[in-house]
């Protein structure tokens, strides 16, 4: 490992610790996939229970992204293309989730929407609610996902040139027209990677979850879930839905390599 032959080889005392950094990295997932029982993998994945929580997670987390696909880009837009007060207000409000406890959203979750919540008691009068149920699962994704969405599609929004917008603009497009036609065209490998990066957010979404909708199988109960749950009653089951979990990280990390490893790498 070198820093370049102009400044010298790279010193043992920055080696040494980013190795350990690294070790502790990869140990523990080394040590699930060598714990991980393969030979019984075939029979989890077909136990009803483990195909619920797989299916309501993948599920749930494509309904959020497409929930914040519809919110989460025209904000995005609005945060990188129009000039207004209280902008950067805006901005810290929806970077606010990045940062809060899941437990804590979760608990803001049943603020808002419990039973007897600021939005939720005029819904339980209509006879809606939403606590408890698989709608709650996915307001839950939507609120700890949409913040990355939109974070990543502002920023690939900044990436490109206003130029582009104002050249359409002098053409006679409307700027309807043109944030259809151009901007997100130009923007569109960032909204995809703003997709994936917050999809796998809300597959692996836990205390938010397990606090407005509750751990419910078939109901409520997601991948993340049924590992806390297994953990008790049946570690092997645990090891082996972690192990899956596993595999779908890898998966979006692979489909992000040319957009975000590709980008570092330049």
Same mark, same amino acid.
């Given at each position: 490992? $070198?820093?370049? $032959? /102009?400044?010298?080889?790279?010193?043992?005392? %920055? %080696?040494?610790?980013?190795?350990?950094?690294?070790?502790?990295?990869?140990?523990?997932?080394?040590?699930?996939?060598?714990? &991980?029982?393969?030979?019984? !993998?075939?029979?989890?994945? +077909?136990?009803?229970?483990? !195909?619920?929580? !797989?299916?309501?997670?993948?599920? +749930?987390?494509?309904?959020?992204?497409?929930?914040?696909?519809?919110?989460?880009?025209?904000?995005?837009?609005?945060?990188? #293309?129009?000039?207004?007060?209280? #902008?950067?207000?805006?901005?810290?409000?929806? &970077?606010?989730?990045?940062?809060?406890?899941?437990?804590?959203?979760?608990?803001? %979750?049943?603020?808002?929407? =419990? /039973?007897?919540?600021?939005?939720?008691?005029?819904?339980?009068?209509?006879?809606?609610?939403?606590?408890?149920?698989? &709608?709650?699962?996915?307001?839950?994704?939507?609120?700890?996902?949409?913040?990355?969405?939109?974070?990543?599609?502002?920023?690939?929004?900044?990436?490109?040139?206003?130029?582009?917008?104002?050249?359409?603009?002098?053409?006679?497009?409307? #700027?309807?027209? $043109?944030?259809? /036609?151009?901007?997100?065209?130009?923007?569109?490998?960032?909204?995809?990677? =703003?997709?994936?990066?917050?999809?796998?957010?809300?597959?692996?979404?836990?205390?938010?979850?397990? $606090?407005?909708?509750?751990?419910?199988?078939?109901? +409520?109960?997601?991948?993340?879930?049924?590992?806390?749950?297994?953990?008790?009653?049946?570690?092997?089951?645990?090891? &082996?839905?972690?192990?899956?979990?596993?595999?779908?990280?890898?998966?979006?990390?692979?489909? !992000?390599?040319?957009?975000?490893?590709?980008?570092?790498?330049?």
């Amino acid at each position: 490992m $070198t820093t370049g $032959t /102009r400044l010298g080889r790279a010193p043992a005392h %920055l %080696l040494v610790p980013a190795l350990l950094g690294l070790v502790f990295l990869l140990v523990p997932l080394a040590a699930l996939v060598a714990r &991980t029982p393969f030979r019984g !993998l075939p029979q989890r994945l +077909t136990d009803p229970v483990v !195909l619920d929580a !797989l299916w309501l997670s993948l599920w +749930t987390a494509t309904a959020a992204m497409a929930i914040s696909l519809v919110v989460g880009l025209p904000l995005a837009w609005v945060l990188a #293309r129009v000039d207004f007060p209280g #902008r950067s207000v805006v901005r810290v409000a929806v &970077t606010v989730p990045l940062v809060l406890p899941p437990v804590v959203a979760g608990v803001a %979750l049943l603020s808002a929407f =419990g /039973r007897s919540g600021v939005i939720g008691a005029p819904l339980r009068d209509l006879g809606i609610s939403i606590p408890y149920t698989s &709608t709650a699962v996915v307001l839950a994704h939507v609120f700890v996902a949409l913040p990355f969405f939109v974070v990543s599609v502002e920023g690939a929004l900044r990436a490109t040139s206003r130029e582009y917008d104002e050249v359409a603009a002098a053409l006679g497009a409307g #700027r309807g027209r $043109t944030f259809f /036609r151009v901007t997100v065209p130009m923007a569109l490998p960032g909204i995809v990677a =703003g997709l994936v990066l917050g999809w796998a957010r809300s597959l692996g979404e836990f205390g938010a979850t397990i $606090t407005f909708a509750g751990n419910f199988p078939g109901i +409520t109960q997601t991948m993340p879930l049924a590992v806390y749950e297994a953990l008790s009653t049946d570690p092997e089951a645990a090891l &082996t839905l972690s192990f899956i979990m596993l595999v779908a990280s890898v998966l979006v990390l692979a489909l !992000l390599r040319e957009r975000w490893f590709g980008e570092i790498a330049r």
